[in-house]
């Protein structure tokens, strides 16, 4: 018998990282699945066993500025994309009002690092979405479009097939397929 897993990689990881810290004991608040303020001064004991117990799971903490900036960047996109009713106006306003940084250093840091815009990292990660959604609910194009504030749902369909080179409805046809193949 074949299972198929679905998860929420944000509960998961948020799980993952709890159920760690607390069992160390450590006091902490935890920002998002890549931020975490630890509310107290570590004995080099509690760091090395923080850092043991992450690392056995491949875990790791990232010491560049850079690096880190980046992945904080990434996680407030995708946090806007799952909700975007927490948000309004533009995707630069938000980022720069979030992290406290003007979106020009953001951008640049960013493109630097990644070879690509936050813009297009957007476009992205909305299209993996809308991938997510056609695979995983029953949602009309018109409820996804609206979900994530698309204008409508001919520029939903435009961007998916520029950016994957499928519409959205040969996309779903062909996983519905698979997905019949393996059962």
């Known amino acids: 018998m074949t299972f198929f897993v679905k998860y929420d990689f944000n509960t998961l990881c948020k799980t993952f990282l709890e159920t760690h810290l607390n069992a160390l004991g450590i006091s902490y608040t935890l920002h ?7 509310e107290e001064e570590l004995s080099h004991e509690k760091q090395a066993a923080l850092i043991d117990a992450l690392k056995k799971c491949g875990v790791g903490i990232e010491t560049d500025k850079k ?5 904080r960047i990434k996680n407030v996109v995708d946090g806007m994309l799952r909700d ?25 840091v960013f493109s630097e690092s990644t070879y690509t815009s936050i813009e297009n990292y957007a476009i992205l990660r909305r299209v993996d979405l809308v991938k997510e959604y ?11 479009a ?8 001919a ?4 961007q998916f097939k520029k950016t994957t080179g499928l519409t959205p ?10 997905q019949t193949q393996n059962t």
Do not use: P, W
Not at 32 to 38: G, H, M, Q, R
Not at 85 to 100: C, N, R
Not at 134 to 144: K, R, S
């Open 32 to 38: 998002s699945i890549n931020e975490i303020s630890i």
């Open 67 to 71: 690096s880190t900036l980046v992945d």
């Open 84 to 108: 975007s009713s927490q948000t309004s106006g533009t995707l630069s306003t938000y980022l720069s009002e979030t992290l406290h940084y003007s979106y020009a250093h953001l951008s640049a």
């Open 134 to 144: 056609l695979c995983n609910t029953d949602l009309t194009l018109t409820e996804i």
């Open 146 to 153: 609206f979900k994530l504030d698309y204008s409508s749902v």
């Open 155 to 158: 520029h939903l369909s435009g």
């Open 169 to 178: 409805s040969a996309f779903k046809r062909i996983m519905n397929k698979k």
